[in-house]
């Protein structure tokens, strides 16, 4: 009896000595050997765990035989049987899309605990594209995202929507989030689009809120690249190619057919109004002046792009650098851009610390566009007569002497208009773990965005620009402008895994504080071959060539406090939720701080046992959320204060009221909805999202009309509510997946509806050509609808407002909305064939439902303008009785209000096909290199639509004129990998 009591104490210390045994391991990734941090280490079956330090280093207590189970985000989870003291364990990056890891901009995490509407494009898609802001790689990749470029000049932003508009005189513009630090919106030209590791799009509350007051917009997370441990390697990428002119689908008459309308189109200033002579008539139908030739020319593009990184366990790095030169199709204007780029980042102890800094710099060289002012170049492209040269018989420059329209050639060579920027965007970083309790790190990251300008416009003095000037003898301008803002974000995150629980739970404070000055000066009187300010002639009130001065400067300040939390239960429950408490400078006293929040839950349908088993369906989750984000701009810094102006009265400087103070302004807030499914079958090769979204924005930034006695007309005021509703859905499927050939194809469809609630009891607001109604969509266009031509006399038809009856009396009464600038529909599809290193990669874009107002058309219509160039559609005028067409009798009263100038923006766009080739493993390791890529690639290659003009991407909602061409770019070349 003694000996078995014995024998039984001895299993017990023994087993209790096993159960104390300490297992020291650590962590990498399989791909590239880096250590990983915050992996959650537990002991299967029971609560108890450990996590990874910024090594990937960890320790726990656990008996041999024991399982252990590694799990991190955006990793495979593994099992591990314990069998020694050390333990080295590698994870592989998960193929499961839930798996996929998201950055949030304040962390990242898996799309298993996420609730939110988020989209995820990989920086590697798009990085080769040719395009000068980065904001137009994103068109047509995620769904939601509305992104329009309606100048083709080099540099130039694109107009970025999420989930349609939600402000009508506030900002519309998502807010961007570049590691941490917020950038300046629509001044991406000098940044380096291959510097990005991943762009995020969050777009529904769960996923924006916790940005509160600049989240309403929607908000891009962007991730730049980082090193990894292991061997250093350097990469180039190198690519060079041409620009080309679209076709213009609004057509011109030639100088025959100009000369035949003028000589035998009756209109009120009589046949032959110039008078010409047969023998003049023959001569000048044999000159065409091919504008469109001398103007516009092929654009060469080169980008060189060279990036070094690498690192150990304790320090990874990632530096780069990368010239940008693109030649725009307009002669004389183009980008230039130079960047640089260090990632640093370092481990010791508890603590990682880290620099992400990018410093660069561009020139812009633009020209007019998108107006009707005679000397602007693009305009005279459409206006010029086709029979007069651009140079007369002695060599000299020529204008359009039959209409003094300016010579285009002369306003681009002699006159110039560049844009110089210096840009640095840059944060440090600094995160502790807590050592004393197990998953609770702090983290401080403060960062800026510098952004300094300096323009530069000269007009010389022969030229029609020049002549406007004061004095008529020229002018220079010089232009400064700097603006710095900085974030500083401090953050305590508390992380745990007990059991079948998760849990994560952080606290922030945040500081943004963002100044901007500018100072600028117009000479006149220039004078002498130079072309600087060396040319200006001294102002005295004798020659009147007093120069202009201007200057401001202005600034805000965004003080926050918010939390954050997510609990999953069984690694399929999820619920999240937050809180944040805003204080801004812009709005006044009582109401300079607001309350935003969000609640989200979502539910893994396939880790339920009724599903687990299935063999067709991989994963199924639903997701839904609500919450309120605000929005502060759009309004201008001290749109609630008193204002005071300088002026001038009898020659003396003084003061005068330039703003009332309005107090009671406070934020636009937007209520959010969403819920969706994201799903994955026959063995993840189908997956897919659909959303479901329903926005509201509450005390709409509106002009409330003030009574004329004030002195004012108006003043900005929260009088309005909106609403943005809509469907999402976003296709992937992998048609063929084989060793030597895999064959996937992609698609995402919008479809918004926007309409206005309420306007502070004012059922509509018209404002030109455009209506914004209670119950129809914002930015709606509103005309008289035309009804074609009475072939009886030629007059203009037009439908009165019941839609029924026909007049030849126009009655701007009987407008009605025919459409809204913002197409309703939009998205992309796509395909990709690889086949033994061989790729190909096609995007198309598209919209729907939109339409706009052509004024460029209308300018080359009216036959008012019979003097100058106009429209091949003029030959179809009405002439005598019984004509029958769609072009009015020139004698009749003209009104070009009307939807005969409506045009639809529908379209579909070749956005971008590449043609590449990758040489196998077996010659890279001959050649001792690690990857090279022959490639080929075109961007607007084609677009299918029936707009007249270059192209259908009109934001405004109005061509006015001058519209620059999106470019047509074909480019050659490699990237080499060392």
Known sequence: MKRLLFIITMCVIGDSFAQAQEIKGRVIDSKDGSPISNVNITIKGTNNGSTTDADGRFTIKASTGAILVFSSIGFSEKEV????????????????????????GYGSRSRRQVAGAIAKINGEEVKLQPVGSFDKLLQGKVPGLLSQSQSGQPGAAADVTIRGKGSINGSNAPLYIVDGVQISTADFATLNPADIESYNVLKDASATSIYGSRGANGVIVISTKRGAAGKTSVNYDFQYGFSALPENKLKLMNSSEKLNYELNYDRPDGLNPFGWTPSEVDSLSKINNNLDEIIFKKGKTQQHQLSISGGNEKTRFYISGSIFDQDGIVISTGLKRYTGRVNLENSFGDFRVGLNATYGYSRFIGTRENDQYIGSPLNAINWFNPYVTLYDKDGKYQDDFLQGQPNPLRELLENFSNTDQMKGVGSVFLEWKIPWVKGLRAKTLWGGDVTEDEALAYLDRTTNGGAQSTGARGQLSRAYARTFRYTGTTSVTYQKNFGDHEITVSGYNEIIQSKSENFGFTGFGLVGPFKNEAGITPGTPTNGFIPTVTGSATENGLLSWFIDGTYGYKKKYYLSGGFRRDGSSRFGADNKHANFYNVGASWILTEESLFKESKWLNELKLRVSYGTVGNQLGIGNYASLELLNATVYNGVGGLVLGQLPYPQLKWETKEMFNTGIDFAVLNNRIRGTVDYYNNKTFDLFLDKQLSRTSGFASLTANLGKLQNQGIEVSINA?????????????????????????????????????????GERANSLYVVRYAGVDPANGDALYYKKDGKTTTNVYDPSDAVIVGTIDPPQFGGFGTNVNWKGIELDALFTYTL???????????????????SRVATSLLNEWQQPGDITDVPSPFNDFHGETTRFIEKTDHLRLRNVTLSYSLPKTLLQRMKITSLKVFAQGQNLKVWHNFQGWDPEITTGILGGAQYPQLKTITFGLSLGL
């Open 81 to 104: 049987s314990v069998s020694g003291t050390e333990m080295n364990v590698s994870l592989e990056l998960a193929q499961r899309n839930l798996q996929e890891v998201v950055v949030t």
């Open 734 to 774: 992998e048609i063929i997946r084989s060793k030597d050939l895999n064959w996937s194809v992609n698609a995402n469809y919008t479809n918004n509806k926007n309409k206005i609630l309420d306007q502070a009891g004012q059922d509509e607001n018209v404002n030109g050509l455009f209506i914004n109604k209670v």
């Open 849 to 867: 439902g939109g339409v706009i107002y052509n004024n460029d058309r209308f300018n080359v219509e009216f036959p008012g303008y019979w003097y």
